[in-house]
């Protein structure tokens, strides 16, 4: 169930992306056993990444988000990696924004979609009245300003250099351009392989040999 729901998600993805994700990358995770993959083609989920919102202190930062889905019509658990700066991060990297917590206000319906610009614009707008980490909530507590340093500090060190796995995965978009123009390769006539004499001039039989 959850391969499928990853499924739809990308085709999803793949029809309808809005101008409010542009720059996202979207790579397949895979379902692993003991870090090993049990298949390449059975995936739990997404590794996402994001720019930074601009005109905020986020600004010029690439960062990672894995959302891995849950049976059922349960929320997925979503996850900075690294673990990230933020007034409602746990230090773990899981992402506590009421509107991806099944306890709060989680709706099966969300798309990746949704997800991903929830988490991209709750980056610039803490919910102060829920802090999950003690170290950015005191840091906020003495001052924006103060925060604000802080985070311009952690995208210059941790996420202004964020690459593509190092796996060879595409992006869902990459791989779905890929798939495209294989299958167009392998819909083109094949050109007829003629028998030849030394000197490279076909031989006269090809000329009655009738190539579908």
Known sequence: AIHEKCVKEC???????????????VYPLYVKNAGRSVSRYMMEGFECHFPGPANTPWEGATLRVDIKYRDGERAPNCQFVPPLFHVNVYPSGTICIST????????PNMTLHEIIFTIQQHLAHPRVDSPCQSEAWNIYQRGKDEYEARIKK????KWSNVRPPNDNRLDVIEKADALSKRAHLLEQPKVPDFARHADGKPRKENYHINYQ
């Open 100 to 107: 991806i917590q099944e306890d709060d206000g989680w709706d």
């Open 154 to 157: 952690d995208v210059a060190e």
């Open 11 to 25: 085709r999803r993805w793949i029809d309808y992306r809005p101008d409010a994700l542009h720059g996202v990358k």
